[in-house]
C-alpha cells in the first residue's frame, strides 16, 4: 500500500484503513479536533451507514478502533476526507491534494521533468548569434507545449519531451540518429569560448 503523508506527518495505515489519530496530529492535535469528537458527530455516522450499505464496501468495515502501542481510530479514505473538513476547509485542501498526488504520481514526475527541461533550456536556448532553422524551432516549441499534458511516462507526451531532447541535440525526434537538416544547439558558454579562441588567434 502507498504511504500516505500529510505535511510531515506520516499516517499509519491498518488493513486498508487510516488512523485519524496521526491525521489530528498533522492537523495541530487540538482538543476540540480528537478523533473522538469527530466520531460522535451524527453526520459521521451517516456517513458510516452510507459507506457500509454502499456495494464497493461489501465485507469491508469503514473505521475500526484498536488499543495498545499502535492503537487508535483507523478509517476508511472516505471518512479521512470527511474528518479533514471537519477540521477546517484549508485542511481538507491539503488532504485531499495529498490524495490527488498520490492517485496521479505520473502527473508530479511529469512536472518535475519539465521543470528541470526548462532550466536546461534557459541555458540551451540560442542567443542572437546562434539561430535555429525555422523548422526546428517550431519542433521544438510545439513539443515543449504538450510537455504539460504528460500524464504516464509511456504517453504521447513523454515521447515529444524524449523528441524535443534528441533534436536541441540535432537528431531527428524519432530516431536517435543525427538528422542532417538540423543541427545541435550550441550553447553560450561554446560559443564564447570559441570566441576566445579566434581572438587569440
Not at 498533522?26 to 478523533?35: T, V
Amino acid at each position: 500500500m502507498t504511504e500516505l503523508t500529510v505535511l510531515t506527518t506520516k499516517i499509519r495505515q491498518l488493513n486498508g484503513l487510516y488512523s485519524l489519530n496521526d491525521l489530528h496530529k498533522a492537523a495541530g492535535s487540538e482538543a476540540k479536533h480528537e478523533p473522538n469528537q469527530f466520531m460522535r458527530n451524527a453526520i459521521t455516522q451517516e456517513l458510516i451507514e452510507e459507506i457500509s450499505k454502499s456495494a464497493d464496501s461489501r465485507n469491508y468495515v469503514p473505521v475500526k478502533i484498536t488499543r495498545g502501542k499502535s492503537g487508535g481510530t483507523y478509517a476508511c479514505r472516505e471518512l479521512l476526507i470527511a474528518y479533514a473538513a471537519w477540521i477546517s476547509a484549508a485542511f481538507h485542501l491539503k488532504v485531499i491534494r495529498v490524495f490527488l498526488e498520490q492517485a496521479n504520481p505520473e502527473v508530479i514526475q511529469a512536472e518535475q521533468i519539465a521543470k528541470q527541461v526548462s532550466k536546461h533550456l534557459q541555458r540551451a536556448i540560442p542567443s542572437k548569434y546562434c539561430l535555429l532553422p525555422e523548422h526546428q524551432e517550431k519542433e521544438i516549441l510545439d513539443r515543449l507545449h504538450r510537455v504539460w499534458g504528460m500524464f504516464h511516462p509511456f504517453s504521447e507526451q513523454f515521447m515529444d519531451l524524449l523528441g524535443m531532447l534528441r533534436i536541441l541535440r540535432g537528431c531527428h525526434p524519432n530516431y536517435d540518429i543525427e538528422e542532417p537538416s538540423y543541427r545541435a544547439v550550441i550553447k553560450q558558454h561554446e560559443l564564447d569560448k570559441k570566441s576566445r579562441v579566434g581572438n587569440v588567434g
